[in-house]
């Protein structure tokens, strides 16, 4: 049982490119989110699902684009990135049932955009 | 949205004191309070929650203790030890109805000073 998962775990992207980062849970979790921390700063809430299909904008989701195809993933991308993106990524997921919000974060992508 | 603010950033304490954060939310429907601690490098960890039909939790050296009415909840740690050096994030849930969604702090470090 891995829990929840991130790949990559670093990656340096020059300003413009695109790319995919992938969070795997095997818990069977219905809800998955994404989350950038700063340094020195919380957790911002970037997207997030509620279930296979389906996804909605948090906190911070200009420049982001997310799909949750399988109910065990749920991909970030960046289309264009851009150095304000440089951050580190956590992917975390919760069960749906009553009195069972723990999220459970994955071990984070460190993201350099140059 | 929700808006969590926390206090205070830094915390510096003799090994064997007490440490004490406070944090605050604006949306009085939110009904789940979890506190995580996040080593340096390391991934967000829950370490306690409340439910907003509970006044206090403890577990072990750490307490919550949460105030509905005035809308803030503080982490209390007792004889604090070198390992309880971290950085401590606090966070607010309006809970199934908003998919879990968190919202954060910005989070308090603590040094132990042994």
């Known amino acids: 049982n891995a829990g929840v998962t991130q790949t990559p775990k670093f990656r340096v992207l020059k300003t413009g490119q695109s790319m995919t980062l992938l969070c795997a849970q095997d818990?069977?979790?219905?809800?998955m989110y994404w989350y950038r921390q700063d340094p020195g700063m919380g957790l911002r809430l970037i997207h997030y699902?509620?279930?296979?299909?389906?996804?909605a904008k948090g906190e911070v989701p200009d420049g982001y684009n997310v799909s949750r195809l399988k109910k065990q993933n749920f991909l970030l991308g960046l289309e264009s990135a851009a150095p304000s993106q440089t951050s580190v990524y956590f992917c975390?997921?919760?069960?749906?049932?009553?009195?069972?919000?723990?999220?459970?974060f994955g071990p984070g992508t460190r993201l350099l955009v140059l | 949205g929700e808006n969590v603010e926390q206090h205070p950033s830094t915390l510096s304490v003799q090994e064997g004191d007490s440490a004490v954060i406070k944090c605050t939310y604006s949306?009085?429907?939110?009904?789940?309070f979890p506190w995580y601690k996040q080593e340096l490098g390391k991934r967000p960890q829950l370490i306690i929650d409340?439910?907003?039909?509970?006044g206090e939790k403890k577990d072990q050296r750490i307490a919550v203790t949460l105030n509905k009415t005035a809308k803030h909840f503080s982490l209390h740690i007792t004889e604090t030890q070198p390992e309880d050096s971290a950085v401590y994030f606090c966070?607010?849930?309006?809970?199934?109805?908003?998919?879990?969604?968190?919202?954060f702090g910005g989070g308090t470090r603590v040094l132990v000073k042994p």
């Open positions: 699902s509620v279930g296979e299909g389906t996804t």
């Open positions: 818990m069977n979790h219905e809800y």
């Open positions: 949306d009085s429907a939110s009904n789940y």
């Open positions: 409340i439910r907003s039909n509970v």
């Open positions: 966070a607010a849930s309006i809970g199934k109805a908003a998919g879990n969604k968190l919202t």
């Open positions: 975390a997921s919760s069960s749906h049932g009553g009195g069972s919000e723990t999220q459970y």
